[in-house]
T-cell receptor
Framework: NAGVTQTPKFRILKIGQSMTLQCTQD?????MYWYRQDPGMGLKLIYY???????DKGEVPNGYNVSRSTTEDFPLRLELAAPSQTSVYFC???????????????FGPGTRLTVL | RKEVEQDPGPFNVPEGATVAFNCTYS??????FFWYRQDCRKEPKLLMS???SGNEDGRFTAQLNRASQYISLLIRDSKLSDSATYLC?????????FGQGTELSVKP
């Protein structure tokens, strides 16, 4: 099993450009998440999904969109990149709900995005 | 006030030392508690869940005090390989809330 994979690993965007961060998991998890991590800060939840066709906003959704057409894939779209979106983006998945006592979230290796 | 707050760190300790990390959370209705480990520029990985009665995994001991809304992680006999950032994570309002992390550096 590859677990959670993310592409690309690194990307530099110009202000106003768009891009999609890809995330795929092969563990048949229903729950998937996108987080961003700024230097010296904790992870902030951007969007999450509890199953194919169902998505919901997290703590910091502005400037992002997601879709979940399959159980495996959960892409994150940036429409008009801004310098404030410079961050490390992590995708994660879990078998059980986020607040389950036995829940473990499995993270991808991250995408390092710089917007200039 | 942040929902999850940790010791600011960094902690610099010699090999073999015992080190304790503290964490407080603001939502008394929080349901689940975890410690994650994050190596430099890598993804977070679950270190251990924290149960109400406290739990131990080898050299690691986690404690939860719901009355004080406080979580701790104790590492005994520190190894060089324990150097990482330790994230306190709380399940609250249907989501996981991450602390900012405490960096640990174990020196020879």
């Amino acid at each position: 099993n590859a677990g959670v994979t993310q592409t690309p690993k690194f990307r530099i965007l110009k202000i106003g450009q768009s891009m999609t961060l890809q995330c795929t998991q092969d563990m048949n998890h229903n729950y998937m998440y996108w987080y961003r991590q700024d230097p010296g800060m904790g992870l902030k939840l951007i969007y999450y999904s509890v199953g194919a066709g169902i998505t919901d906003k997290g703590e910091v959704p502005n400037g992002y969109n997601v879709s979940r057409s399959t159980t495996e894939d959960f892409p994150l779209r940036l429409e008009l990149a801004a310098p404030s979106q410079t961050s490390v983006y992590f995708c994660a998945s879990s078998y059980s709900p986020p607040t389950g006592v036995y829940n473990e979230q499995f993270f991808g290796p991250g995408t390092r995005l710089t917007v200039l | 006030r942040k929902e999850v707050e940790q010791d600011p760190g960094p902690f610099n300790v010699p090999e073999g030392a015992t080190v304790a990390f503290n964490c407080t959370y603001s939502n008394s209705a929080s349901q689940s508690f975890f410690w994650y480990r994050q190596d430099c520029r890598k993804e977070p990985k679950l270190l251990m869940s924290v149960y109400s009665s406290g739990n131990e995994d080898g050299r690691f001991t986690a404690q939860l005090n719901r009355a004080s809304q406080y979580i701790s992680l104790l590492i005994r006999d520190s190894k060089l390989s324990d150097s990482a950032t330790y994230l306190c994570v709380v399940g609250s309002r249907g989501k996981l809330i991450f602390g900012q992390g405490t960096e640990l550096s174990v020196k020879p």
